[in-house]
């Protein structure tokens, strides 16, 4: 579990939404993030990340990840 001390920039598009989205849209993990607006500006990949970048991309995806929410595709009906 992330520290209560550790806070992450959560704004749209940013390193831990996308890694957060990315687990509730059960897309893997793949770290990246967009500039501005998700789709809209450029997409920063892990490559060109720094390890903050990373380091916030993983915490989204792990806390989606430890909640359990996952998108409900209707598949197991």
């Known amino acids: ?3 209560e001390a550790t ?3 959560t704004r ?3 390193p831990y939404d996308r890694g957060s989205a990315d687990s509730y849209y ?11 607006a ?3 500006t450029p997409r920063v990949e ?3 990340m720094t390890a903050a970048e990373i ?8 806390d989606n990840e430890s909640f ?3 998108k409900d595709w209707g598949r197991d009906k």
């Not at 059960?26 to 501005?36: A, I, M």
């Not at 380091?55 to 792990?62: E, H």
Request: net charge negative.
């Open 55 to 62: 380091t916030a991309y993983t915490a989204g995806f792990n």
């Open 46 to 48: 892990m490559e060109n």
């Open 7 to 9: 806070r992450y920039d």
């Open 1 to 3: 579990m992330i520290a």
């Open 26 to 36: 059960s897309r893997g993990y793949h770290p990246h993030y967009f500039e501005g």
């Open 12 to 14: 749209h598009g940013g």
């Open 68 to 70: 359990g929410e996952k």
């Open 38 to 40: 998700t789709s809209t």
